[in-house]
């Protein structure tokens, strides 16, 4: 099964995924209430093996909430999901951290633990799993520090004396410690100077089709979301509105769409997007 990105999108309700896309991540009839206030209601999504999509939506629209209940982390009033075919809502607590090895996740801040350093933050989850001793779960952790751009000098500073950029690559480097099949990114780029989020979508692209990732990706960024997403979903009115590749998206007459994809500032961003290609047979 092939697992290059797709270049069609879907408008949930439309019709079903092409054959050959396999959905490794399904979301349906989704519903997250905190008390009387409704998040997602009905909320539907497909993730494809292979391609990397992107959430967006305005503020309070429960991009972040929505990965966590993806991921196990929060649990939906109702609906279900399903991640590499398993109801992740119904599963035993060994068989959910089976399954959760075989995703990364990058918190927003990085979320690293400020006693641990650099090497024993991504060793981690391999310690934690106690299979390997310590030796190679070291080398292991090496390997994945280099993967993203840090060095072995790197290995024994403390999270206090790193840049923020270092922390994210650290984050990133302790998300791919179990050498996962998916990857969620929150905010990837969030707080990052020009050069620096640069630097980071160009990373991200490199380790994706070096490692033949799927990633799920929360952000705001529009030059983020531009430079590396396949689809984005995006979220509206408690569901997601629709996932699509962005020009599909342009044609949507919707109030955040208008205002998030065609404003001045989306403009600017969408003119680093390829044109489209012809048709077969056209010049």
Request: overall charge negative.
């Amino acid at each position: 099964m092939s697992t290059a990105p797709a270049p069609a999108g879907l408008v949930p309700g439309t019709g079903a995924a092409p054959a050959r896309r396999q959905a490794i991540i399904e979301v349906h009839k989704l519903v997250k209430r905190f008390g009387d206030h409704v998040v997602h209601d009905g909320l539907e999504l497909e993730v494809y093996r292979g391609e990397l999509l992107s959430i967006v939506g305005g503020s309070g629209t429960g991009k972040t909430v929505l990965l966590r209940q993806i991921v196990g982390l929060e649990r939906p009033t109702s609906g279900t999901i399903r991640v590499f075919g398993e109801d992740v809502m119904t599963l035993p607590p060994a068989r959910m951290q089976a399954l959760r090895n075989r995703w990364g996740l990058q918190f927003q801040r990085g979320a690293l633990f400020s006693a641990l350093s650099v090497i024993d933050n991504i060793a981690l989850p391999l310690r934690e799993l106690r299979t390997l001793p310590d030796n190679l779960i070291c080398q292991s952790a090496l390997l994945k520090l280099q993967l993203v751009g840090l060095s072995a000098r790197d290995a024994d500073k403390m999270p206090a004396d790193l840049s923020g950029g270092m922390v994210k690559r650290v984050a990133l480097a302790r998300a791919l410690a179990l050498e996962p099949e998916l990857v969620f990114l929150d905010e990837p780029t969030a707080g990052l100077d020009p050069m620096g989020a640069d630097d980071y979508v160009a990373l991200i692209r490199e380790l994706r089709e070096e490692l033949g990732l799927t990633v799920v990706m929360v952000t705001h960024d529009l030059d983020t979301l531009v430079a590396l997403s396949d689809r984005v979903a995006v979220l509206a009115d408690r569901k997601v509105l629709a996932a699509a590749p962005i020009p599909e998206l342009l044609h949507i007459d919707h109030p955040f769409i208008r205002e998030y994809f065609l404003g001045e500032r989306a403009r600017r961003a969408l003119t680093a997007l390829p044109p489209p290609h012809a048709p077969s047979g056209e010049a």
